[in-house]
């Protein structure tokens, strides 16, 4: 509720929670992310803030992801959006064939946080490939307050000028990233910011 009324008093009113579901380091599925989401609504309810909120997930391409793929309908973020991300120090080595059989099954995946991936080396030419295969790209509102470090903030730079970012998210998980996503508030920042995004145009 913290976080909820932090991020109401920056301005954001609609919401889609995306908890993490990777393999045992976050063991969640949908049965546990809705049950969770209730309880939150609820809590909305009772303290009456106006807010309009909806939950999904995001996904990590490990070795469990393919059994959520074969077994359960995943957790989009609306119809057929469906978030994801890489493993922190390689992306997956049957990628293309998991994005391949995700636009089989009617989803359109979204990668979170392309700036974040250290080894892509040359990331104008790897995002590009990406969105050749069917990708769309989120990116962390975190990443241009340097939070994560001069390196992805270039990155991010970088992806937004030339105008690969489809989706932007705010990756607060605690009070003091809501905090810290004031720091983003210059005229450079703002401008870029002003893309028409899919988060207004698809999403609500």
Known sequence: MELLEGLYNAGITKLITTPHIYGSVWPNNPQIIKEKYDQ???EITNKDLPY???YAAEYMLDEKFSLFLNNAKLLTIKNNYI???FPNFQAPLNLHDILFKLNTMGYEPVLAHPERYAYFNDILKQIAELKEIGCSFQLNLLSLANH????VYKNA???LT???IDFVGTDAHRMYHIQTMAKIASKK???LLEIP???NMDLW
């Open 40 to 42: 939150l609504q609820q």
């Open 52 to 54: 309009r909120m909806r």
């Open 83 to 85: 978030l994801i991300e």
């Open 148 to 151: 994560y470090g001069q390196g």
């Open 157 to 159: 730079m970088t992806l």
């Open 162 to 164: 030339e105008g690969l």
């Open 189 to 191: 920042h703002l401008q």
């Open 197 to 199: 995004f899919q988060n």
